[in-house]
């Protein structure tokens, strides 16, 4: 479990196969819903579509699948991403300086009403060296959208992040591929961003997975388009 500042995330939940369809996962996860309730805090995490034991175990514990996403992956080619680049992507940077965590999660939290700062200090500290955070700004410098990518050969993988549209949401991922070469990355897309969809097959991305955000407790209207990740929370 990851308690942050505005709800509780629950990571990956695994319990050994001899065990299972006893209760064990329930038995686990019951405690991080009670000490959510008792701090007034939802209880939020992303689930596979394709794994009923999954979807069930948090059905049955009252969580609601609210937001679709599609996996996508392919090879980034060694020349760069097939096509044009979008117009937005030449407002798209890379930053390091530890400073910047405040103001990505006081976006997120404007955009999706989550906050989790400690985690954006984690990636732009960067110790291990995998990490790289993508901003976008307006003309005047303010933020329109972020995106984290690990390099790491044991997660090569686009998020967490949010942008405040479609379009930009495209120049970022457009930026973190490109920056992909020869990798083999996954990354989440809302369903509900069509375009951005038919940009990333356009790309030549293919469906692997397909996950939900879902939440248990009072779910915060969300804005933007988010792209959720896999790595435990950090902090
Ligand atoms: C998913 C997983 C963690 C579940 O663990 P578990 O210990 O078997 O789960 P539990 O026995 O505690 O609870 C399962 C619940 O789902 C319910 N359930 C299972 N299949 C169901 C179905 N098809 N429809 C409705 N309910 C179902 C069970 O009845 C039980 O609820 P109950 O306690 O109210 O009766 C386990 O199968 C696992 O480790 N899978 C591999 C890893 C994985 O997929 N993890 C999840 C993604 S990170």
């Given at each position: 479990m ?7 995330a629950?990571?990956?939940?695994a ?8 209760g064990?996962?329930r ?6 819903i009670d000490a959510a309730i ?9 689930s596979s579509?394709m ?9 049955r ?5 609210h ?9 980034v080619?060694a020349?760069?991403?097939a096509?044009?680049?979008p117009?937005e ?5 890379r930053?390091t ?13 404007e955009?999706?009403?989550?906050e989790?700062e400690r985690d954006y ?6 110790q291990?060296g995998?990490w790289?955070v ?9 933020l329109?959208g972020f995106?984290v990518?690990?390099?790491?050969p044991?997660?090569v ?6 942008a405040?549209d479609e379009?930009g949401a495209a120049?970022l991922l457009w930026?973190a591929?490109?920056a992909?070469r020869?990798l083999?990355p996954?990354?989440l897309?809302?369903n509900?961003?069509?375009?951005l ?10 469906n ?17 388009i988010s792209f959720p990740?896999?790595?435990?929370e950090?902090?």
């Amino acid at each position: 479990m990851h308690p942050r500042e505005t709800h509780v995330a629950v990571g990956i939940v695994a319990t050994a196969p001899e065990a299972q369809g006893r209760g064990v996962a329930r038995a686990m996860l019951q405690p991080v819903i009670d000490a959510a309730i008792a701090r007034g805090l939802p209880v939020r995490l992303v689930s596979s579509l394709m794994n009923l034991d999954s979807f069930s175990l948090y059905s049955r514990l009252g969580f609601v699948a609210h937001t679709i996403y599609q996996d996508l992956t392919f090879t980034v080619p060694a020349t760069g991403l097939a096509g044009a680049a979008p117009l937005e992507a030449r407002r798209v940077r890379r930053v390091t300086e530890v400073a910047e965590a405040v103001r990505l999660a006081a976006f997120e939290r404007e955009l999706q009403g989550i906050e989790r700062e400690r985690d954006y200090v984690f990636f732009l500290r960067n110790q291990i060296g995998a990490w790289r955070v993508w901003v976008l700004e307006d003309a005047s410098g303010a933020l329109e959208g972020f995106i984290v990518a690990s390099h790491h050969p044991s997660c090569v993988m686009l998020g967490p992040g949010v942008a405040r549209d479609e379009a930009g949401a495209a120049a970022l991922l457009w930026s973190a591929l490109d920056a992909m070469r020869g990798l083999s990355p996954v990354f989440l897309v809302p369903n509900a961003a069509a375009q951005l969809v038919q940009t990333c097959y356009g790309w030549g991305a293919r469906n692997i997975e397909l996950h939900a955000a879902q939440t248990l407790g009072t779910m915060v209207a969300a804005r933007g388009i988010s792209f959720p990740t896999f790595l435990p929370e950090t902090g």
